[in-house]
């Protein structure tokens, strides 16, 4: 006689599996959570870490220009090619030109990068950064997370903060004023995500405030306009919560 299960055991089996996913999906949703949280967490970390650095030694990390003269001389110079291209394995370091940006152009290009040793030698943030950059030339290369710059605790995104120029607005950026920028790299959050933390930090508007995003692309918009050109406009565009893609990276304006 061949036996089989019940309906009523397939009922309980089946309440069962639903009570396992439900809790799994709710589990991966609280996660989410969380990691969306730590971008505030981070932000407001690394800011009050530069600001107390700028009340110690009246300059911005990674711009310091007598910085060797408090964790002494990486290589050269102190503010030489060598200096920038040599790995510091202590708290040796290079020296900034002291103009008040943290500088990702030539001759300056490591600034960005000693930005992070700089806080870290000055006890204000934890971790230790080699302060030079990877292997390829240029910003796409230059990052190493977890090396020379901080991780986030959203896989796969990473932290950098330089200065960027004024720009009057493309079809790829939004109008912003010439800062230095603290940046969450890494294409890692939906648009909705982004208005998620633009809310709780700022306005809620991807083009106003002190938290800016790219506009994205006409393929894949993460605005609104995004791929049109600049514009009054601009300024009231929206987060295009139809994308699902993860496209979306926060650019602040701290200092």
């Not at 310091?64 to 060598?82: K, S």
């Not at 202590?90 to 943290?102: A, K, L, M």
């Amino acid at each position: 006689m061949h036996m089989g299960f019940s309906l009523v055991e397939l009922s309980i089996v089946l309440v069962i599996l639903g009570l396992l996913t439900g809790g799994i999906l709710s589990g991966q949703s609280l996660i989410r959570a969380a990691e969306l949280r730590s971008v505030s967490t981070d932000y407001q970390r690394y800011v009050a870490a530069t600001y107390a650095f700028r009340d110690r030694y009246f300059a911005m990390p990674g711009d310091f220009a007598r910085a060797t003269d408090f964790w002494g001389i990486a290589g050269g110079t102190g503010a030489d090619v060598t200096c920038r291209e040599t790995i510091s394995t202590g708290r040796e370091t290079c020296n900034g030109d002291g103009d008040g940006w943290i500088r990702g152009d030539l001759p300056h290009e490591n600034e960005i990068l000693r930005f992070w040793q700089h806080l870290a030698n000055a006890g204000l943030i934890e971790g230790q950064f080699k302060g030079v950059q990877g292997t390829v030339l240029g910003y796409a290369g230059m990052y190493a997370p977890g090396e020379n710059i901080p991780m986030s605790k959203i896989s796969g995104a990473s932290w950098a903060a330089y200065y960027v120029a004024a720009s009057a607005g493309t079809t790829t950026n939004f109008i912003f004023p010439a800062s230095n920028w603290l940046i969450l790299r890494g294409n890692q959050l939906t648009p909705e995500e982004c208005w998620n933390v633009d809310s709780k930090m700022d306005d809620g508007r991807p083009a106003t405030g002190k938290m800016l995003v790219y506009k994205g692309d006409a393929a894949m918009p993460l605005t609104t306009r995004a791929g049109q050109a600049p514009g009054p406009a601009d300024l009231a565009a929206e987060y295009n919560f139809a994308v699902k893609d993860k496209i979306c990276h926060p650019r602040f304006f701290p200092w």
